[in-house]
């Protein structure tokens, strides 16, 4: 069965840090483009971090300098990780897997306290 499992969300206070992942069921994972998209109540998603199958990255202008999206060919993981949050990040972030799928995970609450 195809599935995105993402962990890692939880409750932390304004500066510090989570480290959310993503275990992918997929065939041939490298060939992925795989990114995270958060949505806040009341807001649509967004696009927070992608990564190319190549290594190219892209960041929503919110998190950069701020955020790392990573992956692991071998686990077939890819990470997020979010260093000097605030209380703005707080939202229900998704893991995307795009290339003969478009996959979606389930989605990890992250909770940033002021």
């Known amino acids: 069965q195809v599935q995105l499992v993402e962990s890692g969300g939880g409750l932390v206070q304004a500066g510090g840090s989570l480290r959310l992942s993503c275990a992918a069921s997929?065939?041939?994972?490298?060939?992925?483009?795989m990114s995270w998209y958060r949505q806040a109540p009341g807001k649509q998603r967004e696009l927070v971090a992608g990564l190319t199958s190549s290594g190219s990255t892209n960041y929503a202008d919110s998190v950069k300098g701020r955020f790392t999206i990573s992956r692991d060919n071998a686990k077939n993981t890819v990470y997020l990780q979010m260093n000097s949050l605030k209380p703005e990040d707080t939202a229900v972030y998704y893991c995307?897997?795009?290339?003969?799928?478009?996959?979606w995970g389930q989605g990890t609450q992250v909770t940033v306290s002021s």
């Open positions: 997929l065939t041939i994972f490298s060939k992925y483009s």
């Open positions: 995307n897997a795009r290339w003969v799928l478009n996959i």
